[in-house]
Structures are given as structure tokens and as C-alpha cells.
């Protein structure tokens, strides 16, 4: 499944979640990740996660698709993080 990963947490826990969240994922915007992950993997992250955030301050937000196929990405300006696909 394809998935944009979106992050908001304290100021102490932002790098342990970026850490965390590029090991799965690719790291396109601040706090803003995506790329293509097995149900398996993704719930190993959100296990993983929920570890380092503070439930009663901190949020994370998983939009699914199918497929990458399936969104239209539009970047406007830098994009911070070019993702290529590599043979």
C-alpha cells in the first residue's frame, strides 16, 4: 500500500520520530512522509511510534492508497526530498 505519514509531536520527541519514520519511509516535507509500506511494516511503525509520542498531546496521521498511482502529487517550489526509482 502506498501512504503519506504526516507527524505533529513535542519539540523532544521530533527526532526520534523523524529517525524512525525515515526508516520505513521517505522524507518529503518537514514532519511529512511517504512511499510504499507492507501492512506488516506499517504496523510496526504506528507500535513504534506510539512508544516515543504522548497520546494526550501528540497526533499522527496515515492517509492510505492503493497504489502511488491512485494521488496526483503537485509540488510547488523546492521539493525537499526528490524520491527516484532506482535499478
Same mark, same amino acid.
Given at each position: 500500500?502506498?501512504?503519506?505519514?504526516?507527524? &505533529?509531536?513535542?519539540?523532544?520527541?521530533? @527526532?526520534?520520530?523523524?529517525?524512525?519514520?525515515?526508516k520505513y519511509?521517505?522524507?518529503?516535507?518537514?514532519?511529512?512522509?511517504?512511499?510504499?509500506?507492507?501492512?506488516?511494516?506499517?504496523?510496526?511503525?504506528?507500535? *513504534?511510534?506510539?512508544?516515543?509520542m504522548d497520546?494526550?498531546? &501528540?497526533?499522527?496521521?496515515?492517509?492510505?492508497?492503493?497504489?502511488?498511482?491512485?494521488?496526483?502529487?503537485?509540488?510547488? @517550489? *523546492?521539493?525537499?526530498? *526528490?524520491?527516484?526509482?532506482?535499478?
Open positions: 500500500m502506498y501512504i503519506i505519514l504526516v507527524y &505533529d509531536v513535542g519539540e523532544k520527541r521530533v @527526532g526520534k520520530m523523524l529517525k524512525l519514520c525515515r519511509l521517505n522524507w518529503i516535507q518537514n514532519s511529512v512522509f511517504e512511499g510504499d509500506i507492507t501492512e506488516v511494516k506499517l504496523h510496526e511503525l504506528q507500535i *513504534k511510534a506510539s512508544n516515543i497520546m494526550e498531546a &501528540d497526533s499522527l496521521i496515515i492517509f492510505k492508497s492503493r497504489n502511488e498511482k491512485w494521488l496526483e502529487k503537485e509540488v510547488i @517550489g *523546492k521539493e525537499r526530498s *526528490k524520491v527516484d526509482t532506482f535499478l
